[in-house]
């Protein structure tokens, strides 16, 4: 079936070199920028925006007083107006290249922390009060000091904060993101591509214990311990993201998804559905496309 890909723009950012490092604030009357990507990372720090709509991947939330997100390279995004009544809304931006952080320099120094936290930016990471609270002094030094030394170490330090929050969530589905979680574990991962290759078929518990060679009941600890969710919790995740891609890059019936994408009846996929998206998957497609139009 020929699928229409929704059409994003591709920023193209003032960073000359992907080490490189761009910092701005800006108060606005409104959200006018479309839906987009870019190939850096992005700290977006929103305030006065309550009632505005963000929009991550397939993740579509309306705003309270404040927003802090983390975006990594690729995720498309962007903010609209919608019920906010204000018309001057704080932002603070911070861009950085995929090299502005060196992946063995990180795991040569036990920073983990932030080597997850950028591995999770892939699908958007959004932070609640107490993590704004606490890098809100780093966020203005990084906009207002003019020392380039003084604004990466304000960048480090706002990294170290949200690396080490407890208030923080993924925002899109992995599938949309068009990736799946990595970790330093190699069997993890070979089990996550393993799920990746075969989402849309029938998979068995003893099957991925097998392939790292464990039982059923230490391969489910084991799993839950590095992914921080159940095996089946990931593979409905990874079900719905692949059923939320159909929904926004196709034609396809709900019920055509529903079966292809492995669920035995349209109401128990709707109601998966509706517990990860907080509506139907016939609203979220119109709201999708309702946000590209």
Aim: charged content about 25%; overall charge positive.
């Amino acid at each position: 079936m020929k699928t229409s890909e929704p059409e994003i723009i591709t920023e193209i950012v003032p960073l000359h070199e992907q080490h490189g490092l761009y910092a701005v604030e800006r108060v606005k009357t409104s959200f006018d920028y479309p839906v987009h990507s870019h190939d850096v990372y992005e700290i977006n720090f929103l305030f006065g925006c309550k009632g505005a709509r963000r929009i991550v991947g397939d993740s579509i939330e309306e705003l309270a007083e404040t927003d802090l997100v983390l975006l990594g390279p690729g995720i498309e995004h962007g903010w609209e107006m919608n019920n906010c009544k204000f018309h001057n809304i704080r932002e603070i931006t911070i861009q950085f290249g995929r090299s502005f952080y060196i992946v063995n320099y990180l795991k040569d120094n036990n920073l983990t922390d932030i080597i997850r936290l950028l591995q999770l930016s892939n699908n958007g990471v959004s932070f609640g009060l107490e993590s704004t609270l606490r890098c809100y002094h780093f966020l203005e030094k990084v906009v207002k000091t003019e020392n380039p030394l003084d604004k990466m170490f304000s960048v480090h330090k706002i990294m170290s904060c949200l690396a080490s929050s407890k208030d923080f969530r993924a925002l899109s589905s992995s599938t949309f993101s068009q990736s799946y979680s990595s970790n330093d574990s190699r069997r993890v991962t070979k089990v996550q591509q393993y799920i990746n290759d075969h989402v849309m078929e029938k998979i068995r518990l003893g099957e991925l214990a097998n392939i790292v060679g464990m039982t059923e009941s230490s391969f489910s600890r084991f799993f839950k311990l590095h992914t921080g969710t159940s095996v089946s919790d990931y593979i409905m995740s990874m079900r719905l993201g692949v059923a939320i891609r159909r929904l926004v890059d196709t034609k396809m019936s709900i019920s055509e998804i529903c079966y292809e994408c492995g669920f035995n009846n349209v109401s128990h996929f709707s109601r998966c559905f509706r517990q990860m998206k907080k509506c139907s998957p016939s609203e979220f497609r119109a709201m999708y496309k309702n946000k590209m139009s």
